[in-house]
């Protein structure tokens, strides 16, 4: 298992598959990709999980992550996830937060981050928090 930077267009395959199947690809090529760190956890060569990182200063976003369906609750995801808050408090970010799938809030929880007071809000019929750790 290697965990290692990626450019921006390797993420998108598995970002559709993941995260936005009924979309079309486009919708997971994001703008501000340029500004972002890829991370992609590879098994035997193949991608198996991916996560982008935004750091702006003291502040990181982590975003768009993404396990192969079939690999998942393997525990690639808490790796490369444990792996991008060590490289975000490397690159001086005092704090990173994320926008979190409902359904996924109780797996951040169990790293520590926890909902901030922003309200919940609904976005393409899903619903999100605002979470967030301090990382110093
Ligand atoms: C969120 C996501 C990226 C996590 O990746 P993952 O590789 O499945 O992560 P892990 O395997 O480390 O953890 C997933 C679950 O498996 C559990 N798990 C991890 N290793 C395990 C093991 N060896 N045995 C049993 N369970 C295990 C974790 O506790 C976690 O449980 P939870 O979902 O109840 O919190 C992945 O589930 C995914 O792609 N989901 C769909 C897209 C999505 O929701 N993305 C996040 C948007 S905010």
Same mark, same amino acid.
């Given at each position: 298992m290697i965990i290692k930077r990626i450019p921006k267009e390797e993420t998108w395959e598995l970002r559709h598959t993941v995260l936005w199947p009924d979309k079309d690809l486009s919708f997971v090529q994001m703008r501000e990709d340029d500004? /972002?760190?890829? %991370? /992609?956890l590879y098994e035997d060569q193949e991608l198996v999980s991916v996560l982008s990182l935004f750091v702006n200063g003291h502040d990181a976003q982590f975003r768009k992550f993404a396990t192969l369906p079939s690999e998942q609750g393997k525990g690639y995801g808490s790796l490369l996830l444990h792996h991008v808050l060590l490289e975000a408090a490397s690159l001086g970010a005092t704090r990173i937060w994320c926008n979190a799938r409902a359904t996924k809030s109780g797996f951040y929880e169990? %790293? /520590?981050?926890?909902?901030t007071t922003k309200e919940p809000f609904e976005k393409n019929g899903l619903l999100f928090f605002v979470m967030e750790i301090q990382l110093i």
């Open positions: 500004n /972002g760190l890829h %991370f /992609g169990r %790293f /520590g981050l926890q909902k």
